[in-house]
């Protein structure tokens, strides 16, 4: 496959988070950015990285952006709007940016709608379950009764995760069993239309990986593979953005409710 970039190089679209930031002088700053982790990975594994900050004309049509990229990366960041899954905020739920949930959003449907290889990170994976008509479970240490998977705010929390062997996720990762790196409250309430969970944390069930089956390429996890020098999924992304990589074929997959 001919990279997107105008090269062999596949380009992978990384969707930038809305922050405010300060530096220097300047403070609370209003910028559009994305962790240089991620960039590095797409490197690494031979790909273009291209940040996508929030873009009202790409909301009503995804395709500008989209038909510049061959793989698209629903990165982390703040929690979304509750108002996207038709939900009231908990007072918990902070930080949010409608305006970025609308963008990715779009791009998300879009890509699927092309089969456009998606990969959703800890809030990526939640917006990839909202995109599809899901809902969010908006604060887990009430559900769980543990901040298991958020246990210090600015670190990354380890715990075990399962994979189902015949799974894109467990393709992608090339294990099945393994120690993550994660940092989120929030998680998958009701699945998202046709996705099925792939993944799951060994401490408490809580749905780590979901797919899409039918897609070459449709997936999200919640932990933090960007953060692992040791994880292949962000190279299982630009592998299939070349289209070289396999996914497994004839899922299925309960797309019940996950409680």
């Known amino acids: 496959m001919t990279g997107a970039a105008g090269s062999g190089a596949p380009a992978i679209g990384i969707c930038a988070a809305v922050e405010r930031v300060s530096w220097g002088v300047w403070d609370g700053y209003e910028v559009t950015l994305a962790p240089r982790s991620y960039v590095r990975c797409v490197q690494r594994a031979g790909g273009v990285a291209i940040v996508l900050p929030p873009d009202e004309a790409a909301v009503e049509d995804p395709d500008l952006l989209l038909d510049r990229v061959d793989a698209l990366m629903l990165a982390g960041g703040a929690d979304i709007d509750p108002s996207s899954y038709g939900a009231e905020p908990h007072p918990e739920t902070k930080g949010t940016w409608p305006d970025r949930d609308a963008f990715e ?155």
């Open 105 to 259: 959003l779009a791009l998300a449907r879009r890509a699927l709608e092309r089969d456009m290889p998606v990969l959703g990170i800890c809030r990526g994976m939640q917006l990839l379950n909202v995109a599809l008509g899901g809902t969010l479970v908006q604060h887990l240490p009430e559900s769980i009764g543990a901040e298991t998977h958020r246990s210090v705010a600015g670190t990354f929390s380890e715990h075990h995760v399962r994979l189902d062997a015949d799974s894109l996720a467990c393709t992608a990762a090339g294990v099945e069993s393994f120690v993550v790196w994660s940092h989120h409250h929030q998680g998958v309430d009701r699945l998202g239309e046709g996705l099925r969970v792939s993944g799951w944390s060994a401490e408490d069930d809580l749905p780590e990986a979901i797919e899409l089956p039918g897609r070459h390429f449709a997936l999200g996890v919640i932990w933090h593979p960007e953060e692992d020098e040791s994880s292949k999924v962000i190279a299982a992304l630009v592998e299939a953005a070349r289209g070289a990589f396999s996914a497994p074929r004839g899922q299925k997959g309960d797309t019940e409710a996950v409680r």
